[in-house]
């Protein structure tokens, strides 16, 4: 439920939209650092670390259990998109993939709380304003696909090696002809960009988007008006469902286009 918007709707959207910021280690600008973003996101990373290595210590070759059970399923279905598009060693990527596509998921599905409900028990707690969604946080977006950019890189130089892939930086796709070098570089070096910048901008605008429908809808509930009061609960539970089905096509595309991106680099032109 939503709590009674300070100033109207525009400005209750507006606090739920700030970020929890430490002036401690925070410079202000591009250099603020999102406690809570981090916060939420280094928590269900350990969730997600702990609940896979448990059930890999409980496993048994037996019958499974519906935990060991749902946790193979995950595995396989993630190693078969990897085999289908990477064809080399997948014993760093294999791992690499589900890492990205649980944490991306987990991350996505804190949209599903109620918008209200970890603001309310920081508050109660002095701590401020605390904003659930790490990936609705551009620099989490961001931070991800420049790590999915630096494995890019380093995979292309473990690929090819460093003359060679300088080689393909300055003669694809045009040519070895000195005269192509430098608009043969430049085309790389802009290709290279958009990768993570692509990464990065369609998870946080889809995952952006649904937290601000949330938003306008939790405010129905405090609009004073039985008639609105239930219409949001009808449109918190259908849209609800329906970002089930976007927060795991996103989790998705992240995980494929992590292991394409990698997969492009392993390749020779």
């Known amino acids: 439920m939503a709590s009674e918007p300070q100033g109207g709707l525009t400005e209750y959207i507006q606090h739920h939209l700030t970020f929890l910021s430490s002036p401690h280690v925070s410079a202000g600008g591009f250099w603020t650092v999102h406690v809570d973003s981090i916060t939420v996101s280094l928590v269900l990373g350990v969730l997600f670390s702990l609940w896979f290595w448990m059930k890999a210590r409980k496993a048994t070759a037996g019958v499974p259990g519906r935990g060991q059970a749902f946790v193979e399923l995950v ?35 804190m949209d599903l709380l109620p918008v209200d409900l970890l603001p309310w028990i920081t ?44 080689r393909e930086l300055f003669t694809a796709p045009f040519g ?19 990768k993570p910048v692509s990464l990065a901008m369609r998870l946080f605008g889809n995952m952006y988007a649904g937290e601000l429908v949330f938003m306008l809808i939790a405010g ?20 609800g469902l329906f970002h089930i089905l976007i927060i795991s096509i996103q989790a998705f595309i992240f995980m494929v286009l992590t292991i394409v991106y990698i997969s492009m680099a392993h390749d020779h032109h």
């Open 75 to 109: 595995l396989e279905f993630v190693d078969g998109q990897v085999k289908d598009v990477f064809h080399g060693d997948r014993r760093v990527l294999g791992p690499l993939a589900l890492t990205v596509f649980i944490w991306v998921f987990l991350m996505n599905a």
């Open 123 to 166: 508050e109660q707690f002095g701590i401020g304003h605390f904003r659930a969604v790490p990936t609705a946080d551009i620099n989490m977006t961001f931070a991800m696909s420049l790590t999915v950019f630096v494995l890019i890189i380093f995979y292309s130089f473990k690929a090819k090696g460093f003359g060679g892939y300088m």
């Open 176 to 194: 070895n002809h000195w005269a192509l070098w430098i608009w043969n570089f430049l085309l790389n070096v802009v290709e290279l960009a958009s």
């Open 220 to 239: 129905l509930f405090s609009a004073g008006s039985w008639w609105l009061y239930g219409m949001g609960i009808i449109g918190y539970t259908v849209w």
